[in-house]
């Protein structure tokens, strides 16, 4: 089946503590997102790739890293250095930056 | 600023009922997206608009370049189109900027 995966589907991380969300898609789509929800928020793009070995800095990057080594994954790393991180993170991939874009199912990342 | 807002933020429908939900964005946006959050968190891509008009089954999303104003219209809404409907802006034509969503429940 083709289709974008995330995972886990939750995440608990201890303060200091890095972790890292997984993004895979089997779509051969060159442009990929990750984007972040909050409450009673629109969603807030973190980084993006438009091709492999090239990413951008979204809106709200600080405290966040990406790679995009493989045409298919996109995994993101949620630092340290990201005060607040609990939050909804979703994954998304496109054909290329002007087309429709198809989600995630999304990853839950508490704080403990 | 770049800015996509929806109205209204809650919105409640008997089964049956024509709907309606809005969205406005300011300069700089070439496209239009709409799409669908189910309670699970899961997003799916409804439309995708720069021009006109597009359906599919009971959808109908419209845009009116002129006025920055775009709508999605459900017919004959039912209690499965219960979600969270957000619209999206293409800006700069590569970043995707969100509304809030506008949150449906349909009842019996």
């Known amino acids: 089946d083709g289709g974008i995966t995330q995972s886990p589907k939750y995440l608990f991380r201890k303060e200091g503590q890095n972790v890292t969300l997984s993004c895979e898609q089997n779509?051969?789509?060159?442009?990929m997102y990750w984007y972040r929800q909050d409450p009673g928020q629109g969603l807030r793009l973190i980084y993006y790739?438009?091709?492999?070995?090239?990413?951008q800095k979204g809106d709200i990057a600080e405290g966040y890293s990406v790679s995009r080594e493989k045409k298919e994954s996109f995994p993101l790393t949620v630092t340290s250095a990201q005060k607040n991180p609990t939050a909804f993170y979703l994954c998304?991939?496109?054909?290329?930056?002007?087309?429709?874009?198809?989600f995630g199912p999304g990853t839950r990342l508490l704080v403990l | 600023k770049n800015e996509v807002e929806q109205s209204p933020q809650n919105l409640t429908a008997q089964e049956g009922e024509f709907i309606t939900i809005n969205c406005s964005y300011s300069?700089?946006?070439?496209?239009l997206h709409w799409l669908q959050q189910h309670p699970g968190g899961g997003i799916v891509s409804l439309f995708m608009l720069s021009s006109g008009k597009k359906k599919h089954g009971r959808l109908i999303a419209t845009i009116n370049i002129q006025e920055k104003h775009s709508s999605l219209h459900i017919t004959a809404s039912h209690p499965r189109d219960s979600a969270v409907y957000i619209c999206?802006?293409?800006?700069?034509?590569?970043?995707?900027?969100f509304g809030t969503g506008t949150r449906l429940q349909v009842f019996p």
């Open positions: 790739s438009q091709i492999v070995n090239d990413f």
């Open positions: 998304a991939s496109a054909p290329d930056s002007q087309e429709t874009q198809y």
């Open positions: 999206a802006g293409l800006y700069n034509t590569d970043k995707l900027i």
């Open positions: 779509l051969n789509h060159d442009a």
């Open positions: 300069v700089g946006i070439s496209a």
